[in-house]
């Protein structure tokens, strides 16, 4: 009635808040949403990858990453160097990178959070945007292999999530450098990071899902020190909460992992393939945690004598590393040309204001 259309993805996207758990009400809504941020020429706001990304990964609908593209490239072409728009720029580079890095996309990830980091500094914005980028990097970095850029920029969501006295960002990052810590191996860290992770959100209601993936992370240091059958227990109370109180949500893959390392460490070769065999990954997936899988399931085959499939996942494990490496190559690569671009906008700007003394 006011023609203040831009406030009609707002309110759809609260809509989608409002009917959490009910999938035909939030991909409904998301539809809405797209459909009135694309009459609502003044909404800047990223909600519109939002709404594609619950279309995607919550209704299972086919969007196009040209759609995506499009959306981005027709947003950043609507704003100018003001830094309240570089902030809208800077949120909106945040989304499109997640939206990568939940396709399993993640060298193009890696781009737009480092953009997201980079516009951070620049707008000397230290808040939840630059804290969640930095956790988003780690991620990625740890899932690729790339431990000590992980460690660099978890280590930095830690340091935001402190200064800021923010509860759930602390107790994210806290898991973060848990899990790189079972990753390196490294069973004393690992243990004190997580036992500050459950401290920090043992009272956090809201995040009943976010204590039992520090309960998951707690079985794989116990794995780490061969004390599987703990682990096991661990792992069935998570999922006792899955089937109960958290029904309808599924754990996180890492949780089948360290099942299944669990088993195979008590030699129940059986219930580590079935247990792995139990999540259907696709065929073009790559990380780390696939690589673990088939790590698994290679010795779990091994200890059954079947050394055809032993073999066959050995192949695939060795398949998945070297994407990794490649991977890992190409962020290092991606990393120094920004920095170099970075550099080169920093001297651009000196100029400039030498200019205008002068």
């Known amino acids: 009635k006011q023609n ?91 989304e499109f990178g997640t939206w990568y890095k939940l396709n399993e996309k993640y060298p193009q990830a890696l781009v737009y959070f480092l953009e997201t980091q980079r516009l951070s500094e620049e707008l000397k914005l230290i808040d939840y945007t630059y804290g969640r980028s930095n956790e988003e990097l780690a991620g990625i970095h740890a899932q690729i292999g790339n431990y000590k850029e992980a460690e660099k920029y978890i280590d930095k969501s830690l340091q935001v999530a402190h200064s800021r006295k923010d509860t759930f960002s602390l107790g994210s990052s806290y898991l973060g450098k848990s899990q790189l810590m079972i990753k390196l191996k490294d069973e004393a860290k690992a243990q004190r990071y997580i036992d500050s992770a459950m401290y920090v959100m043992k009272n956090v209601k809201h995040c009943e899902p976010c204590y039992n993936i520090a309960k998951t992370l707690n079985a794989g240091i116990k794995n780490l020190s061969k004390n599987y059958s703990g682990a096991l227990a661990e792992l069935n109370e998570v999922q006792a909460f899955y089937n109960g109180e958290g029904k309808g949500q599924k754990p996180e893959p890492i949780f089948y992992t360290e099942k299944a390392r669990a088993y195979l460490g008590l030699k129940k070769y059986n219930n580590a ?86």
Not at 63 to 76: A, C, G, H, L, S
């Open 4 to 94: 203040k259309r831009g406030y009609l993805p707002l309110f759809y996207m609260m809509t989608i808040e409002a009917c959490a758990g009910n999938t035909e009400c939030m991909c409904a809504a998301a539809k809405k949403v797209i459909e009135s941020a694309k009459v609502a020429n003044d909404s800047k706001l990223p909600f519109i990858f939002w709404a594609y990304g619950i279309l995607k990964f919550q209704c299972n609908e086919d969007v196009k990453e040209e759609v995506i593209i499009n959306e981005f490239n027709k947003m950043k072409s609507s704003l100018s160097d003001k830094p309240s728009d570089l902030k809208i720029l800077r949120d909106a580079n945040l």
């Open 273 to 358: 393939i079935q247990t792995i065999d139990s999540v259907k990954a696709s065929a073009q997936t790559y990380n780390k945690e696939v690589s673990d899988k088939y790590e698994i399931l290679s010795q779990a085959y091994e200890g059954l004598g079947d050394y055809k499939n032993a073999l066959q996942n050995y192949r695939l494990r060795m398949q998945t590393e070297d994407t990794l490496a490649k991977w890992r190559n190409s962020s290092e690569v991606t990393r120094l040309e920004l920095e170099n671009q970075f550099t080169q906008q920093q001297l651009k700007s000196k100029l400039d204001f030498q200019t205008q003394i002068n």
